[in-house]
């Protein structure tokens, strides 16, 4: 079926002729990376951004900076504190972002089941799905915090390579990020562990059976969520743009200092911290200054993303960033 588009794609030289488009990626790209090699360019596409829920068509990738926040407000909508945690909650997939009826369990359950059946199955051989669900599950439990494959593996009854071999198929399959931390020749003290997330984060409240928005809002897993939430809006800001790479990191040292988010430009830092509260202070962004004692790397301008309702200056280079300037 490709031969045909092959033809005219290289008879008039004109390029995004043909989309080819699917949910099941390990399927549709079968053979198809060695035929069209060099002409085609792959774009991955998750859940419904909250600009898109919206109807929002602002589409630069977020990055801290005053020119960015100028265009934004001409867009800006107003997200409520409720509409936050019930999109966290219910997650990004469409039909149970378009569809509020539909019912959040049954949904991901066959999300679940057909995800192990179907993707699983044909990428690698699992043995016991039972336990790869359990691994979903302790994965789940697990975001925002440092990834620890002896640890998932335990909970599991699983050995640490069948840890590791599982995680890279949640990773290959957008399931799980993995935020990469920030680290050059010069940084002797910096952890070297990613920190692990869920790119929806209504599978991983099913997983963790957090059944409604307000058992999520106050419960335990609160600011690794809403932090898990953040993170994944501006991963789809840059995947949106094409950009298959973010240039997105966190900072931390043994001395247990931690920036939550880095975004590296030209030689420049843009550092974030991520609070689920509505009342930031300058010690949230305490460690920012960690960043001016790393040679060739510039600090730019930062701030707290959070739940209060308007951008105000917290220093010089840092302010407030309400969520719905993502």
Not at 86 to 98: D, F, K, V
Not at 201 to 210: D, H, Q, R, S
Not at 305 to 312: A, E, G, H, R
């Amino acid at each position: 079926m490709f031969q045909p588009c092959i033809f005219h794609f290289n008879r008039d030289r004109k390029k995004g002729q043909f989309y080819l488009c699917g949910s099941q990626q390990f399927r549709m790209m079968k053979g198809v990376s060695e035929s069209l090699a060099g002409r085609i360019g792959l774009v991955t596409l998750l859940g419904f951004s909250m600009r898109e829920r919206q109807g929002v068509t602002f589409d630069r990738p977020f990055i801290p900076t005053e020119e960015y926040f100028a265009a934004r407000k001409v867009e800006k909508t107003d997200v409520g504190y409720a509409d936050v945690w019930n999109m966290i909650h219910r997650g990004n997939m469409p039909e149970l972002a378009e569809n509020p009826d539909y019912d959040w369990r049954l949904f991901y359950s066959s999300y679940v089941n057909t995800y192990i059946e179907r993707d699983i199955k044909e990428l690698s051989e699992i043995g016991d799905t039972v336990k790869f669900t359990n691994f979903m599950v302790a994965t789940a439990a697990s975001v925002g915090q440092l990834l620890n494959l002896t640890s998932l593996a335990r909970d599991v009854g699983i050995s640490v390579p069948t840890a590791e071999r599982w995680l890279s198929i949640l990773v290959a399959s957008n399931i799980v990020y993995l935020l990469q931390p920030y680290s050059n020749n010069i940084l002797k003290r910096v952890v070297k562990t990613p920190k692990l997330y869920f790119l929806d984060t209504g599978l991983a409240a099913y997983l963790t059976k957090w059944t409604t928005p307000d058992v999520l809002k106050n419960g335990a897993m609160a600011g690794a969520f809403f932090e898990n939430f953040v993170l994944s809006e501006i991963i789809k800001s840059y995947y949106n743009q094409g950009v298959t790479e973010p240039p997105l990191y966190f900072y931390r040292d043994k001395d247990m200092n931690e920036i939550d988010l880095l975004i590296e430009e030209d030689g420049t830092l843009y550092p974030i911290e991520i609070k689920k509260h509505a009342d930031p202070h300058k010690r949230d962004i305490s460690a920012f200054q960690k960043l001016d004692n790393i040679p060739g790397m510039k600090r730019g301008t930062g701030g707290v993303v959070c739940l209060y309702n308007k951008p105000i200056s917290l220093s010089e280079t840092d302010k407030v960033i309400p969520i719905n300037y993502l």
